[in-house]
């Protein structure tokens, strides 16, 4: 007989009970997923990059099934900081690659130092620019002078930007990013060391951020 009177008095303290509050979150800045094909290694990776107003201590991306693919963390509550983050895929051979992450829209999940979640969401595209076409110096070319040096390629009017990158064992590297329609980039003066072999890199940028990217490796004279 006491039953409903005691049900009614748990449903009464149920209503007045405080409602849990879920914590505050805060959305990631600039989130992207993109991939970087390279055509004569077959070799592609995944990139995804954010930025954070607060020091994030944990990241996670989520693919569109809703599975963590990638993941970043500390043992420590100080032990990141991040302020923001790229991560980077291991290289696999194109096909792999795009299996192992399908089109469509990735959730960007982090915790803060503080505990604060943050969320952010970007779309991968399979979609990527033709290999851009080296005309000087071709592959294998020797000779090659280091001053009043120009390397070309032909511009594709598909592609947004161009990524330049140029390498000897001697330095550490150029890299510059031209704007689309861009053929040509002088070499600084002084840049390359004679007699030397050397890796020229054009990375073609498309819209949805993806790069295609050819290489040769000449030899300066």
């Known amino acids: 007989m006491h039953k409903p009177t005691f049900l009614c008095a748990a449903l009464a303290l149920a209503a007045f009970a405080p409602t849990r509050q879920l914590p505050p979150s805060m959305h990631l800045d600039g989130e992207r997923i993109l991939i970087e094909y390279t055509v004569g290694s077959n070799e592609a ?9 607060q020091p994030l201590n944990r990241v996670a ?5 809703g599975q963590v693919v ?15 983050f790229k991560l980077e895929t291991e290289e696999a051979t194109a096909g792999a690659l795009l299996l192992a992450y399908p089109e469509g829209e990735y959730q960007l999940r982090g915790r803060s130092v503080d505990g ?19 005309t000087y110096p071709l592959a294998g070319e020797t000779g090659v002078p280091t001053t009043g040096l120009t390397l070309t390629w032909t511009p594709d009017p598909a592609v947004t930007a161009y990524r330049i990158v140029l390498e000897q064992d001697d330095n550490d590297g150029l890299e510059v990013t031209l704007p689309a329609g861009t053929g040509s980039f002088a070499v600084p003066p002084g840049f390359l060391a004679g007699a030397a072999e050397t890796l020229f890199e054009v990375g073609a940028v498309g819209a949805n951020g993806n790069s295609t990217i050819s290489e040769v490796v000449f030899t300066t004279l």
């Open 45 to 53: 990776v995944v990139i995804v990059s954010a930025e954070s107003d």
């Open 116 to 134: 604060v979640p943050a969320r952010g969401r970007a779309a991968l595209s399979h979609s990527l620019p033709l290999p851009p076409r080296i």
């Open 61 to 65: 991306v989520l693919d569109p099934l």
């Open 70 to 84: 990638l993941e970043l963390s500390a043992r420590s509550s100080q032990g990141l900081a991040l302020s923001g």
